[in-house]
């Protein structure tokens, strides 16, 4: 089975602090995705990563940083955390473009104050 | 503009009832991928299907059922004699084969089953 693990179920921040939320997945995929979920707006794509050191935008890269040093770990760091950064952060996997079905770890309920 | 649409937020039924998702997306691409994933209160999201769309072939896995229909752009997921287990978010998602690594995600229908 695929597992994708996530550094931290719940963390709470205070503003202007930086944060980094780590992935780490156990399957040797070559694609890691990072989302953030709220409330009627779905997932929406910050950035993902199809290779080491590679990375490209989502939908909403703005306040967000990524890096992936290594294949099987994938951080998302906030620069200096906002309180609409408030969220759900899901982070994914997938083994190539042929086989693209995602793999979630739990998340992580980031709350800035 | 949004590519999956599930009109559906919130549906309540009785155990043992069956409750139909409904899922609209758009697309120009031929090759493009549907996916169905469960998140339930755990907060994990789980993958259930992933069909292509070359194939509009109906499936059957347990008590679960999807109805792909190219005409209409829909694929539709049909939870029969549904069970307290089946309360969860439902997300739809449509994968393009111009950019095949992402997945679009449709806003989720809450599904609540009462004993």
């Known amino acids: 089975d695929v597992k994708v693990t996530q550094s931290s179920r719940y963390l709470v921040k205070r503003t202007g602090e930086k944060v980094f939320l780590e992935c780490v997945q156990d399957?040797?995929?070559?694609?890691m995705f990072w989302y953030r979920q709220d409330p009627g707006l779905g997932l929406r794509l910050i950035y993902f990563?199809?290779?080491?050191?590679?990375?490209e935008k989502g939908d909403i890269p703005e306040g967000y940083s990524v890096s992936r040093e290594k294949k099987e770990r994938f951080s998302l760091i906030l620069e200096s955390a906002s309180t609409n950064q408030t969220s759900m952060y899901l982070c994914?996997?997938?083994?190539?473009?042929?086989?693209?079905?995602?793999?979630f770890g739990p998340g992580t309920r980031l709350t800035v104050t | 503009a949004q590519k999956v649409t599930q009109a559906q937020t919130e549906i309540s039924v009785v155990e043992k009832e069956d409750v139909t998702l409904d899922c609209v997306y758009e697309?120009?691409?031929?090759?493009?991928?549907l996916f169905w994933y469960k998140q339930p209160p755990s907060g994990e999201l789980v993958f259930l299907i992933r069909?292509?769309?070359?194939?509009?072939q109906n499936e059957i896995s347990g008590r679960y059922s999807w109805n792909f229909q190219k005409s209409t752009s829909s694929f539709n997921f049909t939870i029969t004699a549904s069970q307290v287990v089946d309360s969860a978010v439902y997300f739809c998602?449509?994968?393009?084969?111009?950019?095949?690594?992402?997945?679009?995600f449709g806003a989720g229908t809450t599904v609540t089953v009462r004993a």
């Open positions: 994914a996997s997938s083994r190539d473009r042929e086989i693209n079905e995602q793999y």
């Open positions: 399957m040797d995929h070559e694609n």
């Open positions: 990563s199809y290779d080491v050191k590679m990375k």
């Open positions: 697309t120009r691409d031929t090759t493009y991928y």
């Open positions: 069909r292509n769309s070359f194939d509009e």
């Open positions: 998602a449509l994968s393009e084969a111009e950019d095949d690594y992402k997945l679009s």
